[in-house]
């Protein structure tokens, strides 16, 4: 697809999301002079992370966004595979599974403001929630912490700088997505995906579906947010395999016949194996 081909699709699935360009800049965190270049034409080749800001923020698949099928690798065009158990398309949580944060961000924080990071966290966790279903804007976040904890907050920075890769998974994740579909169901801030994939502390694949909790508004475990995955896989329920480390998340995900797998992050090794056993390929 060539940039002019590119800027009409890009323009036709934002009119089709009922977005004003204003409105996909804020969803997407782009400049509206960037991506009105986009649109025609002017930018000829656009970033990746720009493109998947987009599909994310107008919640489709970036094949879907290109209109086209994106293969990065021979692997990933031959993914289509079945597991013994029904298995097509595999989700895998984000923060928890495939990078984790938390403590040394929040102990971070805590030292900046020199109090305890239990305060810390309880103003965390007192609002996460809102900014992770997009009902409040990291902006507003970031000036109730600074209010409460005295200090100049910049949460997006704390995360980057704290967040590490979980051991293993980039190599587990590459070698499902050889043989399966692979997505992310996350409950997350907005535009947080991108820099982590630019950063490489996500796994280097294309993900087939990136369900991002700030975009369709919605969080696990609850139903709707299910239903946006489900709709974005193109499978039936029970052919989802959901890797969580939150047992309300997989709960939820059985009920609506997912299949599930816990994923314990205190032992690495064996949740491998699990995984690996669980996705062995039916033929």
Same mark, same amino acid.
């Given at each position: 697809?060539?940039?002019?081909?590119?800027? $009409?699709?890009?323009?036709?699935?934002?009119?089709?999301?009922?977005?004003?360009?204003?409105?996909?800049?804020?969803?997407?965190?782009?400049?509206?002079?960037?991506?009105? $270049?986009?649109?025609?034409?002017?930018?000829?080749?656009?970033?990746?992370?720009?493109?998947?800001?987009? /599909?994310?923020?107008?919640?489709?698949?970036?094949?879907?966004?290109?209109?086209?099928?994106?293969?990065?690798?021979?692997?990933?065009?031959?993914?289509? $595979?079945?597991?013994?158990?029904?298995?097509?398309?595999?989700?895998?949580?984000?923060?928890?599974?495939?990078?984790?944060?938390?403590?040394?961000?929040?102990?971070?924080?805590?030292?900046? /403001?020199?109090?305890?990071?239990?305060?810390?966290?309880?103003?965390?966790?007192?609002?996460?929630?809102?900014?992770?279903?997009?009902?409040?804007?990291?902006?507003?976040?970031?000036?109730?912490?600074?209010?409460?904890?005295?200090?100049?907050?910049?949460?997006?920075?704390?995360?980057?700088?704290?967040?590490?890769?979980?051991?293993?998974?980039?190599?587990?994740?590459?070698?499902?997505?050889?043989?399966?579909?692979?997505?992310?169901?996350?409950?997350?801030?907005?535009?947080?995906?991108?820099?982590?994939?630019?950063?490489?502390?996500?796994?280097?694949?294309?993900?087939?579906?990136?369900?991002?909790?700030?975009?369709?508004?919605?969080? $696990?475990?609850?139903?709707?947010?299910?239903?946006?995955?489900?709709?974005?896989?193109?499978?039936?329920?029970?052919?989802?395999?959901?890797?969580?480390?939150?047992?309300?998340?997989?709960?939820?995900?059985?009920?609506?016949?997912?299949?599930?797998?816990?994923?314990?992050?205190?032992?690495?090794?064996?949740?491998?194996?699990?995984?690996?056993?669980?996705?062995?390929?039916?033929?």
């Amino acid at each position: 697809m060539d940039e002019k081909g590119l800027g $009409k699709r890009l323009q036709a699935v934002r009119k089709a999301a009922g977005l004003t360009q204003q409105e996909l800049c804020h969803k997407a965190g782009l400049s509206y002079s960037t991506l009105t $270049k986009i649109e025609r034409g002017a930018i000829k080749t656009p970033s990746i992370f720009t493109v998947l800001s987009i /599909a994310t923020a107008v919640g489709i698949g970036l094949d879907e966004l290109m209109g086209t099928q994106v293969i990065t690798s021979v692997a990933d065009h031959h993914a289509r $595979k079945v597991s013994k158990n029904g298995v097509r398309f595999v989700y895998f949580d984000m923060n928890g599974c495939l990078v984790r944060f938390y403590n040394r961000a929040f102990t971070r924080l805590a030292e900046e /403001a020199g109090v305890s990071t239990d305060s810390v966290e309880s103003a965390f966790w007192h609002y996460n929630d809102d900014v992770c279903r997009g009902e409040m804007s990291l902006d507003e976040f970031n000036t109730i912490l600074a209010q409460r904890l005295n200090i100049l907050v910049d949460w997006k920075r704390c995360y980057l700088d704290a967040v590490e890769a979980v051991p293993g998974m980039a190599e587990l994740v590459t070698w499902i997505a050889s043989q399966y579909k692979v997505g992310l169901l996350t409950n997350t801030m907005p535009h947080f995906i991108a820099p982590l994939q630019e950063k490489g502390l996500l796994p280097k694949i294309h993900f087939d579906s990136i369900v991002d909790s700030s975009v369709v508004h919605s969080l $696990k475990p609850e139903p709707s947010i299910y239903d946006s995955a489900l709709k974005q896989a193109g499978v039936e329920p029970g052919e989802i395999l959901l890797i969580d480390d939150e047992r309300p998340n997989l709960v939820a995900a059985e009920k609506l016949g997912w299949k599930t797998m816990w994923f314990d992050g205190f032992n690495l090794e064996e949740t491998e194996e699990n995984i690996r056993a669980a996705l062995e390929p039916a033929n």
